[in-house]
């Protein structure tokens, strides 16, 4: 208001001023009232064109970008336009600090690994992230504004979201080779709809596995359980020799046996998963491991196979004893099982130049067929089912093996041809393998001689191992390093090879 008073005031001396200059000419020309009416309307009418264009240039500038600053010619326009300036300075800031609101609010749902899509009444895309976009095979900005039911081919979403009942979300199969979609919608706004979306699939698939999972264990274990029961009923019903008895009971001891190697294996797998990985400090001699593998392997042959050992001296991997065991034990027990008598089977330590290493496990039996290779390490898959019972195994050997292996960081390869044989390598990162001259390093931290331990070790080795090894190479007698080649290995050229854990 402090503009009104001086405006009004500066309103009249203008008027007394035009009104007194019309009186002095009007006097001159004896006519002074006449004058001073005419001077006086010129002063309003000059003071009303001035203040039209000061209003003029101030509703010019409100028409513009309002770039520059307001117009800020007299008391009263000047006091408007720095107002008006002021308000729409402050408007476009808040428009600013609610775009960048707007823009943080969009980029944190953008990183949202979930797809987020907001749905006009007409089911008109408003708004979508890219992972939303992914799931719907859409894309954000060309399809903005378009009705989402004339996009996603995917006839039970379209049926879920023209039904209207969101309490459960839908499932449907992603755009291209994309796998399975979960949907749900809430409502909010003026009938606008929040579309949440996720890739299900590898939930899907665990659960298909799940499924499968306990279908066969269910199988594996009703197969021994009826033959038992068949057993058990005969022993009931008929009168049996005892010859006929003492059979019948071997072949339920047979089965007993069946399902507890089965048993055992499920639960190592359970005890693999469940566990924390082992670390990288605890230290096992390979020698030593190889030792205790032959063990196994010589009962389980009995004779019947050329069993070689090239046991290292100076090697130790980092992991867990046991489960390092197991997995040379699954392989070299394969090997023998698989491999017909008079064959023969290969454990070697392979100490490589980037300071890796691997355990080979080779055998001149039957090969597996290349299509049968990516499929070894899943659980219960058999190449020949009745071969694989018939000697005694579970169809999860390969598995173990493939845990061990992830768990220790490393790998299993598989190399093989029908009818040429199979190696089974085993192979282990750098930062998990030490030998002689890392051992030298530490020997000084090493209370007993470390010479001493690994030469009771590797003479143990020697002592143990068949007449096979005494007729090998000076070389490989000395068990230093002893090789099987990849090109020496009748698998190894040309032969398929699978990864199993990668
Ligand atoms: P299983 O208990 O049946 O041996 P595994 O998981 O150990 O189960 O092996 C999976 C399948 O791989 C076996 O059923 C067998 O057909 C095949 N296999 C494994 N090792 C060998 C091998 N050394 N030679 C030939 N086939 C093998």
């Given at each position: 208001m402090e503009w009104l008073i001086p405006r009004i005031l500066s309103s009249l001396l203008w008027v007394l001023l035009t009104g007194s200059a019309g009186l002095w000419l009007g006097n001159l020309y004896g006519l002074p009232g006449v004058g001073a009416l005419i001077g006086s309307a010129l002063g309003v009418l000059l003071h009303s064109v001035v203040d039209a264009a000061r209003a003029e240039r101030l509703v010019q500038w409100l028409r513009g970008k309002q770039v520059n600053s307001a117009p800020r010619a007299g008391e009263f326009w000047g006091e408007v336009g720095y107002r008006v300036e002021r308000s729409v300075r402050r408007l476009e800031r808040s428009v600013i600090d609610e775009n960048e609101k707007l823009a943080q609010f969009l980029s944190a749902i953008e990183a949202s690994p979930n797809g987020v899509m907001l749905l006009d009444a007409?089911?008109?895309?408003e708004w979508c992230n890219s992972e939303a976009a992914d799931h719907f095979g859409l894309d954000p900005r060309r399809d903005?504004?378009?009705?989402?039911t004339n996009l996603v081919r995917a006839p039970a979403f379209v049926a879920y979201l023209q039904r209207g009942a969101f309490e459960e979300a839908v499932v449907f199969p992603g755009p291209g080779s994309r796998g399975s979609v979960s949907v749900l919608v809430r409502r909010y706004g003026q009938g606008m709809k929040l579309v949440l979306s996720q890739d299900v699939t590898e939930r899907e698939r665990n659960d298909a596995m799940r499924r499968d999972f306990v279908a066969n264990v269910s199988h594996e274990i009703r197969t021994p359980l009826t033959v038992l029961g068949g057993f058990i009923e005969t022993m009931v019903n008929l009168q049996l020799s005892d010859a006929e008895r003492r059979r019948v009971m071997e072949l339920m001891a047979q089965q007993t046996v069946r399902m507890q190697s089965l048993v055992g294996d499920l639960l190592t797998l359970a005890q693999l998963e469940g566990s924390p990985r082992p670390t990288a400090d605890r230290w096992v001699d390979v020698a030593r491991l190889f030792l205790q593998v032959q063990a196994d392997a010589q009962a389980l042959s009995a004779g019947r196979h050329q069993l070689l050992f090239n046991a290292p001296v100076d090697v130790q991997l980092a992991g867990a004893e046991v489960e390092l065991i197991s997995a040379v034990v699954n392989l070299v027990t394969n090997a023998v099982r698989y491999t017909p008598a008079g064959g023969s089977v290969t454990v070697s330590w392979l100490n490589r130049s980037d300071g890796s290493g691997e355990i080979d496990v080779q055998d001149d039996g039957p090969g597996i067929a290349r299509e049968h290779l990516p499929r070894?390490?899943?659980?219960?898959?058999?190449?020949d089912g009745s071969r694989s019972r018939d000697t005694g195994?579970?169809?999860?050997g390969l598995s173990i093996v493939k845990h061990v292996m992830l768990r220790h960081g490393g790998e299993l390869e598989v190399l093989s041809e029908v009818g040429k044989g199979s190696t089974f390598k085993l192979q282990f990162p750098s930062s998990r393998v030490r030998s002689s001259a890392s051992l030298a390093a530490h020997a000084a931290t090493v209370p007993a001689t470390l010479a001493a331990t690994l030469a009771a070790t590797h003479a143990a080795t020697q002592a143990a191992t068949p007449a096979a090894i005494l007729a090998a190479t000076p070389t490989q007698a000395e068990g230093a390093n002893v090789l099987s080649a990849p090109a020496q290995?009748?698998?190894?050229?040309?032969a398929p090879v699978f990864n199993a854990t990668r």
């Open positions: 007409g089911d008109q895309i903005k504004r378009q009705r989402v070894l390490t899943e659980r219960f898959y058999r190449v195994g579970t169809g999860l290995n009748p698998t190894a050229q040309n």
